[in-house]
């Protein structure tokens, strides 16, 4: 694999059209288990996001990242905006200084926006998050990286997030009520990263 700009600003362009697509299904989703507010934050958050980057003219991938970054962080509400913006910041600051983009230094960037996450939602694999779709993700990225893996990984995390019981965010609060919901964030980890291995494929 290798990331360019480009790819990052169709990339973004690309899970944008899948929020918009299932803003209603995310937001059933976290009335089962949240606030009822992810899908309309995701879609307005990454609707910003491509605002941001049209027109915008970046040197490196890290540069489009940050502002990926700033932006979800400034316009998507509840939990969801201060994790994946932390993401993306962790993400963009891990390749900084860096022109080509292929599986090693993307996995690291993962890695340490896996960390960030954690760090600041206090949560661990198993806790029916985010953190258990972008965990098993970033084992996808080796040097026989197949963007089909990717999907088939994160769909298969996100499909395992049914079964947990929550202990972290307000899903928590339902106890063993909330077993048998997807997560919301995970669902639309699942887009995002759908949408690159689209992006990594060539696809349009």
Known sequence: MELHVQDVITWMNKTNERLQNNKEYLTSLDQAVGDGDHGINMARGFNEVVQKLEGADYETVSDALKDVAMTLMSKVGGAAGP???TAFLKLSTSLKGKDSIDQEPFKAGLEEALAGMKQRGKSEEGEKTLVD?????????TNNFNPD???ETAQTAMEKTKDMKATKGRASY???????????GSVSSFYLFESLADTLKGGE
Do not use: K
Not at 134 to 140: G, K, L, T
């Open 83 to 85: 994790l994946y913006g």
């Open 149 to 151: 893996d990717l999907v």
């Open 174 to 184: 339902l106890g063993d009520r909330s077993i048998g919901h997807l997560d919301p």
């Open 133 to 141: 779709v972008w965990s098993p993700v970033i084992e996808a990225f």
